[in-house]
């Protein structure tokens, strides 16, 4: 099992640019998250999906959109690439919200940086 | 609102050295409660977890305690190594429907 992996591992945009970041599980798990890691802000979620075809907002989802087309891909899409969106971004599944099921399990995370 | 506080670091210990690095909670509900540990250039990995109160998770020489009484979930480690150095996140779930992580701990390890 390759668990949860994200493409590509590091980009750099310019402001305005739009790019999308890919994540893929092979665990068969319904929850996946996409979140931002800041320097002295712990992990912040943008979106999260709670099966194929079901996207919900999180924390911090102003300037990112996201798809669940697969049950095993999750994309984040940065439509108009900002600055501000410089950043670490993980991806994340769960196989339920289940107490005592709902581990998260991570990806590498993707490095974005915008100039 | 549903929140973690830890203590902030970095924290900086000699090897075989006690580890204890505090992690408090805030919520409306009964959480799950979880600390994870992220390796330079990697994701974050879960350490350990603990589903409800008076439950001791453990894992690797790790341990941590869900206190329901005073809200915290500290974790220890009695002789620390260098393999030991990296960034821990204290979070809570509760219902599964979000995580709440607390802001990192940065632990090095010197020999």
């Known amino acids: 099992n390759a668990g949860v992996t994200q493409t590509p591992k590091f980009r750099v945009l310019k402001t305005g640019q739009s790019m999308t970041l890919l994540c893929a599980q092979d665990m068969n798990h319904e929850y996946m998250y996409w979140y931002r890691q800041d320097p002295g802000m712990g992990l912040r979620l943008i979106h999260y999906?709670?099966?194929?075809?079901?996207?919900a907002k999180g924390e911090v989802p102003d300037g990112y959109n996201v798809s669940r087309l697969k049950k095993q891909n999750f994309l984040l899409g940065l439509e108009s690439a900002a600055p501000s969106q410089t950043s670490v971004y993980f991806c994340?599944?769960?196989?339920?919200?289940?107490?005592?099921?709902?581990?998260?399990?991570f990806g590498p995370g993707t490095r974005l940086l915008v100039l | 609102g549903d929140s973690v506080t830890q203590m902030e670091g970095p924290v900086t210990l000699s090897e075989e050295a006690f580890l204890t690095i505090n992690c408090t909670y805030t919520?409306?509900?009964?959480?799950?409660l979880f600390w994870y540990v992220q390796y330079p250039g990697e994701g974050l990995q879960l350490l350990l977890k603990a589903t409800k109160a008076d439950d001791k998770g453990s894992n690797k020489g790790f341990e941590a305690t869900y206190r329901k009484e005073t809200t915290s979930f500290h974790l220890e480690k009695g002789s620390v190594q260098v393999s030991d150095s990296a960034v821990y996140f204290c979070?809570?779930?509760?219902?599964?429907?979000?995580?709440?992580f607390g802001t990192g701990t940065s632990l090095t390890v010197i020999p």
């Open positions: 979070a809570l779930s509760i219902f599964g429907n979000q995580f709440y």
């Open positions: 994340a599944s769960s196989y339920s919200r289940l107490a005592g099921a709902e581990t998260q399990y």
């Open positions: 919520a409306t509900g009964y959480p799950s």
């Open positions: 999906s709670v099966g194929e075809g079901t996207t």
